[in-house]
């Protein structure tokens, strides 16, 4: 029984892999994840107007920080190549500055003497300002504090620790309904929906659809019988589950490759040979690190990869079950129609999370199965939920996955031999009930 088992997986992983469709569809996705990633970069480079101009004003209280600065920002911006539009200016007065304070693109930077950290800076905006613009000159401002503290004191085991430790920029913004903390949680959602949520909503699609075609052509072809009597529908069962799961995280690790060719496209610039490549990204991963995210996403990795395992594998169980009952696509289609508002109500729910401000009602939500992977991920960087509220969003995966198979199973049983396509809902009640 287990060679055929591993024989009926072998073959439905064959049928998946070696066709056509596979190729195309792999083909449109790394072309739609790389520009995705590199949106920005592609409205430039046909001609976009994406980035406007930023007016960057420096109100210099150290009388000799300015020149610095600006050295720093355009030699930063030469290495990183992110094509953005800045012009440095010096500014008397913070009032003046703050008058000139307009739109997005106007930013005051305000540098003061600092006994115990060289120097502190304030930043002024209208509103939220490019994440990019934001790293640049976050990392230049360190840059700068490390040629004045190199200039001013004698290097001892203090001074490099001034030298060596981040500068945390206060925030101040015009616009009144505008903070700090809803600002990082938009930045974190635009590494997480590419990266993230985006390429595991697209799985479940995959997966839904691909059981939901091979079950529904093996009854319309009559394979099906020939199949049943040779091993038990519990054999089958288990072998379609597993093989679409194996492919689902073979494409899974498909489209994490594809995104790292995203990244490294655009930690290099357009040019994918440019030889700052490696420089630039350990620059984007500094930043990340600055922030605290990078530390974050190396511990909740291996819980959040646990969770959406268990949903997959949840999401295979449930569209296995309900193409049993089912003859032809069209009817699946009927059938399918509550995952797919599970799916999508999940997916919008994580990307308008920000709006919720970690209110208790995302939080029920992110323990609901089906939906606690898809809004997992970004409910945790920003802090949300804890690693203890993953962990309890597997348990009771783990217990529908467990409900999924002991009572989904029989309506299998009963239903993959059905071929009546009348009344599908009535039918899957009355199987459930039997």
């Known amino acids: 029984m287990k060679n055929k088992f591993w024989f009926l997986v072998k073959n439905s992983l064959s049928k998946k892999i070696k066709t056509k469709t596979f190729v195309i569809v792999n083909i449109l996705l790394l072309i739609a994840l790389v520009s995705i990633i590199n949106i920005d970069r592609l409205v430039l480079f046909f001609g976009g107007n994406f980035d406007k101009e930023n007016n960057i004003m420096v ?13 720093v920002i355009d030699s930063e911006e030469t290495i990183i190549d992110t094509g953005l539009k800045y012009k440095v200016t010096k ?5 003046k500055a703050k008058k000139k304070i307009k739109k997005d693109e106007d930013i005051a930077i305000i540098i003061n003497e600092d006994e115990n950290n060289v120097i502190s800076v304030k930043m002024i905006t209208y509103g939220y300002i490019n994440s990019n ?30 030298i060596s430790s981040p500068i945390a920029i206060k925030r101040e913004y015009i616009q009144k309904d505008k903070n700090e903390k809803e600002e990082n949680m ?4 635009g590494i997480v929906t590419p990266i993230i949520i985006l390429p595991f909503f697209m799985l479940i699609l995959l997966i839904v659809q691909m059981i939901g075609a091979e079950i529904n052509e093996e009854k319309s072809t009559r394979s099906m019988e020939i199949i049943i009597s040779n091993v038990s529908a519990k054999v089958h069962f288990f072998s379609k589950i597993l093989a679409s799961n194996l492919f689902v995280l073979m494409q899974a690790l498909l489209l994490f490759i594809y995104s790292g060719i995203g990244i490294l496209i655009r930690g290099g610039g357009m040019n994918v040979g440019n030889i700052n490549n490696v420089e630039s990204i350990s620059k984007i991963t500094s930043s990340i690190d600055a922030s605290g995210i990078l530390n974050n ?9 646990l969770l959406m395992i268990v949903t997959l594998f949840g999401y295979s169980l449930l569209a296995g079950i309900l193409a049993s009952m089912t003859t032809n696509m069209e009817d699946f289609q009927q059938l399918q129609t509550p995952i797919m508002v599970i799916s999508l109500v999940g997916f919008y729910l994580a990307l308008m999370s920000s709006m919720f401000e970690g209110s208790l009602f995302i939080r029920i939500l992110s323990y609901v199965p089906f939906l606690s992977a898809i809004l997992s991920p970004s409910l945790l960087l920003t802090g949300v939920i804890e690693i203890k509220d993953i962990i309890l969003s597997i348990l009771i995966m783990l217990v529908v996955v467990y409900l999924l198979i002991k009572y989904g199973l029989k309506i299998y049983k009963e239903g993959i031999l059905n071929y009546s396509s009348s009344k599908l809902w009535k039918k899957m009640l009355k199987a459930m009930k039997n």
């Open 91 to 95: 500014v008397d007065d913070e009032e």
């Open 186 to 189: 938009e930045y974190i959602m």
């Open 297 to 305: 996403i190396t511990s909740y990795i291996p819980v959040v990869l």
């Open 59 to 71: 109100i210099d209280n150290t009388n000799n920080t300015y020149e610095i600065f600006k050295n």
């Open 133 to 162: 613009m934001y790293q640049l000159i976050n990392s230049s401002i360190n840059a700068s504090k490390g040629i004045l503290a190199i200039e001013k004191l004698n290097i001892s085991e203090e001074d490099l620790q001034k």
